[in-house]
Nanobody, 123 residues
Framework: QVQLVESGGGLVQAGGSLRLSCAASGSIFSINVMGWYRQAPGKQRELVATISSGGSTNYADFVKDRFTISRDNAKNTVYLQMNSLKSEDTAVYYC?????????????????WGQGTQVTVSL
């Protein structure tokens, strides 16, 4: 059993900052990539950022130089520091983790998703 729990969303004014957290727990052998997606009303879910187990990061162009993804491997937690927020950043943010379960072969990884946390940026 694996569960991802997100926190840190809320209401913030344009130009402000928020930090999202997502902690994975359960029968985990290891976690490969962790990342964040978001989905705004009327739009498809889109990739925000990813981070590998070794710390390599990748960002969508629309958040580059504003958002920072990081992780604490000891805590199985990924973070998204969001600065200089814009109204168009308003969305539900979902974390995802590619996880190898204990007792399964290494190729049997699976993507687990958090429940989502609402980020609303006011004008």
């Amino acid at each position: 059993q694996v569960q991802l729990v997100e926190s840190g969303g809320g209401l913030v004014q344009a130009g402000g900052s928020l930090r999202l957290s997502c902690a994975a727990s359960g029968s985990i052998f290891s976690i490969n990539v962790m990342g964040w997606y978001r989905q705004a009303p009327g739009k498809q879910r889109e990739l925000v950022a990813t981070i590998s187990s070794g710390g390599s990061t990748n960002y969508a162009d629309f958040v580059k130089d504003r958002f920072t993804i990081s992780r604490d491997n000891a805590k199985n937690t990924v973070y998204l520091q969001m600065n200089s927020l814009k109204s168009e950043d308003t969305a539900v943010y979902y974390c995802v983790a590619e996880i190898r379960r204990r007792g399964l072969p290494p190729q049997f990884t699976h993507d687990y998703w958090g429940q989502g946390t609402q980020v609303t940026v006011s004008l």
